[in-house]
């Protein structure tokens, strides 16, 4: 099973204001399927955005073979810098 480490849209749709959690998630589920275990949140909706991630659960999957998506890639990168 490939394992992918990715955006998870939630919030309310007749707003529009989504927010996001970050999981582990396989790779053939859907974006909103069921996933393996919740790594982190995203809220762009916030001044300034609000990020929040476990860097040691994300290491612990990535070093199991877990690929990261572009998004959550960038976001990490942009968290340390």
């Not at 939630?10 to 909103?32: E, L, N, Q, W």
Request: hydrophobic share 30%; aromatic share 8%.
């Amino acid at each position: 099973m490939e394992v992918k480490i990715r955006m998870r849209k939630v919030g309310k749709p007749t707003s529009k204001r989504y927010h996001f959690k970050i999981v582990a998630i396989s790779k053939s589920k859907s974006r909103d399927g069921r996933f393996l275990e919740d790594l982190g949140y995203y809220d762009p909706t916030t001044k300034p955005a609000t990020f929040n991630a476990n860097r040691e659960k994300i290491d612990a999957w990535v070093k199991k073979g877990a690929q990261l998506s572009t998004s959550v890639k960038n976001l990490l990168k942009n968290k340390s810098a």
